[in-house]
């Protein structure tokens, strides 16, 4: 007999003999010392209600956030301009820790110091020309926006060129003459600047820097770590138009829209918001720029320690630009404006705040989008339309690239 053959027979005869065993076994006692005893009961794990869930959530949204800043890609991606957590990230973890001091720490649309604010920015836009308005007007008028922001009154800007070989000199008269008008609706002055020329292929055309200097005319500081619970979340018009204005432009998609670029100096309507509420009715205003409303009010529930709630029912949003974010996925709440702009008014003052932005042209449209509340810290969110609730985070990728 082989030993495959063996090792069969013993199988089948196992096999026969187990019930034969089993059997046996059920008739005869076993010793006590071989009776075996019960499995301890275990306790039941605590019930999770959807409250404790909640919080947990919540705990560790607040871990991550709290994390040191550190940029993990080994090379810079379209996402560290995006204006969401790369753009932040890049921000705090390589200029915040080479550069960091008092002035710059608040990470304010500009820095305030000796009666003076001060602000800079750079414009790289695709198309340089698009409905509305183009690269130069963008310049001059994101540059106002942002001392405006400071509650100052801007005086003076420096505009810096970067041409690329073979740009078409009419093309450049356009954007200056532009810029002009732009500088003369703002009543600010272009007082410096300067010109560089890189190799064909090395830019797109043209980008341009502004800087700017405006004066303080007010002792109120304004700033996104001043909001205080019960405060009033004031948007000053329709969301999202630039954005959506700029991806249409590009004519890479096949979606028609009657739109135009908001692109707009904000300054006299935020000297109208302020006369009209007086010192201390005003918490803070910022520009929706990179990264839109959402962005806008994460950055003032993170400096302030509160919570923003919005209300999705109340916010702005025209039914052309609803339309093409819709066919796109995108939230308008991400979608850049650059004529638009996000005030904190105390709760006393949003009547008479409201009133004072829906008097001036810009502002026709200005709705209360929201409250400040102190639970949960730091975190914004949407009161949807269906009655739900959802938490609006920081952008993470960039669904619209150089807007701006």
């Known amino acids: 007999m082989s030993v495959e053959e063996e090792a069969t027979g013993r199988v089948e005869t196992a096999t026969r003999e187990a019930p034969e065993r089993i059997r046996s076994t059920d008739r005869e006692p076993q010793p006590p010392d ?6 301890p009961v275990r306790p039941a794990d605590p019930i999770q209600t959807p409250a404790s869930r909640e919080q947990q959530v919540l705990d560790r949204i607040e871990r991550v956030r709290h994390r040191k800043a550190r940029v993990r890609e080994d090379r810079i991606t379209l996402a560290h301009g995006a204006g969401g957590k790369a753009t932040h990230t890049l921000i705090e973890a390589v200029f915040l820790e080479a550069f960091r001091n008092p002035l ?10 000796d009666g003076l604010a001060f602000t800079t920015d750079s414009y790289v836009v695709t198309p340089l020309f698009f409905p509305g308005g183009d690269i130069g007007d963008l310049a001059v008028n994101g540059t106002v926006n942002d001392l405006a922001m400071c509650g100052a009154r801007p005086r003076y800007l420096s505009a810096g060129f970067i041409l690329e070989e073979g740009f078409p000199v009419a093309d450049l008269r356009r954007i200056t003459a532009s810029m002009a008008a732009a500088a003369r609706a703002a009543d600010v002055w272009i007082v ?8 064909r292929g090395k830019a797109d055309g043209c980008y341009i820097t502004t800087s700017g200097v405006g004066t303080l005319d007010r002792p109120a500081r304004l700033s996104a ?8 979340v004031i948007v000053s018009g329709p969301i999202g138009e630039h954005g959506i204005t700029i991806m249409l432009a590009r004519g890479e998609l096949d979606i028609e829209a009657d739109l135009t670029s908001d692109t707009a100096p904000l300054n006299a309507l935020t000297r109208v918001l302020l006369d009209a509420c007086g010192d201390g009715g005003v918490r803070c205003l910022r520009d929706a720029t990179r990264g839109g409303v959402a962005t806008i009010v994460n950055e003032i529930a993170e400096a302030s320690k509160v919570a923003v709630v919005l209300k999705e029912d109340a916010i702005p949003v025209r039914p052309a630009v609803r339309g093409a974010c819709e066919l796109l996925g995108i939230d308008p709440l991400y979608v850049a404006c650059e004529g638009r702009m996000v005030a904190v008014v105390a709760e006393q003052s949003a009547e008479v705040a409201l009133a004072a932005l829906r008097s001036h042209p810009l502002g026709a449209d200005a709705a209360v989008i929201g409250r400040i509340g102190d639970d949960p810290p730091e975190l914004v969110l949407l009161k949807t339309s269906f009655g739900g609730t959802r938490i609006v985070d920081l952008l993470v990728g960039d669904p619209l690239p150089r807007i701006c």
């Open 34 to 39: 071989l009776i075996r005893a019960p499995d």
């Open 104 to 113: 710059l720490e608040p990470l304010e649309d500009g820095a305030v110091v």
């Open 192 to 199: 410096t600047g300067d010109t560089k020329v890189v190799e």
């Open 225 to 232: 770590a001043a909001a205080l619970p019960g405060d009033v």
